[in-house]
């Protein structure tokens, strides 16, 4: 059963923390990328990776770290610096670049208390 | 002006009836275009993509793309309420992932 997950579901953040989000695909797809989305508002993109051990960064990577060390994986850090990391985290994947379809995982919720 | 835009809506249409959601985009090197659905809390699930001008028909939606215009639509036939949710439009200009529109809200009305 292939698909993209997620965890946590729901992850409760005290200032001063770093948080790792994870997300893996059994897809065999090259491609993967992290979106954030607040309140009635689009998806903006934080990073993408479209090879193990390469990614760039999106829109709004600061405060943000990843890393992509295998294909299946592609953990995002969400560091201190990030002043108002409060959203919806997605994680989507590609069968090889940006002109692919994009498939989405079901997301994990940040609250920063 | 955005990259992407839509109309945040809600769009309300009666049980039944047809709807018509719009999207239009600034990059004219844009070469796909997609349509997601998502439920409240929930992830965009993929409805459609298009990537020639015209219309592209799966069951009961239709998405219509004119790249002249540069605009991409979304039409739902015999909406259900079961079709409420939030439409997001997005683009791929091939340099990067895709752009996302902020998405119309759709109600359909038992």
């Known amino acids: 059963d292939g698909g993209i997950t997620q965890s946590p579901k729901y992850l409760f953040r005290k200032e001063g923390q770093n948080v790792t989000l994870s997300c893996e695909q059994n897809?065999?797809?090259?491609?993967m990328y992290w979106y954030r989305q607040d309140p009635g508002q689009g998806l903006r993109l934080i990073y993408y990776?479209?090879?193990?051990?390469?990614?760039q960064k999106g829109d709004i990577a600061e405060g943000y770290s990843v890393s992509r060390e295998k294909k299946e994986s592609f953990p995002l850090t969400v560091t201190s610096a990030q002043k108002n990391p409060t959203a919806f985290y997605l994680c989507?994947?590609?069968?090889?670049?940006?002109?692919?379809?994009?498939?989405f995982g079901p997301g994990t919720r940040l609250t920063v208390l | 002006q955005k990259e992407v835009e839509q109309n945040s809506g809600p769009l309300s249409v009666p049980e039944g009836a047809i709807a018509s959601l719009n999207c239009t985009y600034s990059?004219?090197?844009?070469?796909?275009f997609f349509w997601y659905r998502q439920y409240s809390g929930k992830s965009p699930e993929l409805i459609m993509s298009?990537?020639?001008?015209g219309d592209k028909e799966d069951g009961r939606f239709t998405a219509q793309l004119n790249k002249a215009s540069q605009y991409v639509s979304l039409l739902i036939r015999d909406s259900q309420p079961s079709d409420s949710a939030t439409y997001l439009c997005?683009?791929?200009?091939?340099?990067?992932?895709?752009?996302f529109g902020s998405g119309t809200r759709l109600q359909v009305q038992p």
């Open positions: 989507a994947s590609s069968r090889q670049g940006h002109t692919d379809t994009q498939y």
């Open positions: 897809l065999n797809h090259d491609a």
């Open positions: 990776s479209q090879i193990v051990n390469d990614f």
């Open positions: 990059d004219r090197v844009s070469q796909s």
């Open positions: 298009i990537y020639s001008n």
């Open positions: 997005a683009v791929n200009t091939g340099r990067r992932a895709l752009t």
